[in-house]
T-cell receptor, first 118, second 111 residues
């Protein structure tokens, strides 16, 4: 079974631009969560989508948004990029919502998209 | 590969030693905890989890211990191997059903 895939793997943008990142979850997984990873702040939760609905949201400004399609693939968008948005953006998928601690519902992470804002 | 963290605490061990990685969590209401391993250039990989109604859980070469009294979690790796070199994160599921990750510990295993 293929793992979580993210595209693109690397991206360079300039301040003020906007960017869209894509995540394809493991087949059959309906939940996709997005995280931002930086050396200073570590791994921080952005939002989670389940059955095309945003289920949970972290403490990020409205410039960060996302969506999920009927095939569970998800995209996240960052508008008006700032230098501080440079980070590794990770998505993770699970069968059910990430809040469920049922056996077999662990999150599987993709390799991430490295975004550099110049 | 990507730099996961420039200022992470580092644990250096010799191959064959047992490693213990510690994590202090913040929320006494957290009911579920996970350990992840992240190798350079890769996303975090699930290692083992534990629910708050347990104090110990064992996997293959790994054991997680939970001390709710002092809000402390530890990951023990038996017979550490060079392939275990990575950054290890603990995560807690808070009352808002979000996963909150710790800052991570870098494990370096020397042959």
């Amino acid at each position: 079974k293929a793992g979580v895939t993210q595209t693109p793997r690397y991206l360079i943008k300039t301040r003020g631009q906007q960017v869209t990142l894509s995540c394809s979850p493991i087949s059959g997984h309906r939940s996709v969560s997005w995280y931002q990873q930086t050396p200073g702040q570590g791994l921080q939760f952005l939002f989670e989508y389940f059955s095309e609905t945003q289920r949970n949201k972290g403490n990020f400004p409205g410039r960060f948004s996302g969506r999920q399609f009927s095939n569970s693939r998800s995209e996240m968008n960052v508008s008006t990029l700032e230098l501080g948005d440079s980070a590794l953006y990770l998505c993770a998928s699970s069968l059910r919502t990430s809040g469920s601690i049922e056996i077999g519902n662990e999150q599987f992470f993709g390799p991430g998209t490295r975004l550099t804002v110049l | 590969g990507e730099s996961v963290g420039l200022h992470l605490p580092t644990l250096s061990v010799q191959e064959g030693d047992n490693s213990i990685i510690n994590c202090a969590y913040s929320n006494s209401a957290s009911d579920y905890f996970i350990w992840y391993k992240q190798e350079s250039g890769k996303g975090p990989q699930f290692i083992i989890d534990i629910r708050s109604n347990m104090d110990k859980r064992q996997g293959q070469r790994v054991t997680v211990l939970l001390n709710k009294t002092v809000k402390h979690l530890s990951l023990q790796i038996a017979a550490t191997q060079p392939g275990d070199s990575a950054v290890y994160f603990c995560a807690e599921r808070t009352g808002f059903q979000k996963l909150v990750f710790g800052t991570g510990t870098r494990l370096l295993v020397s042959p």
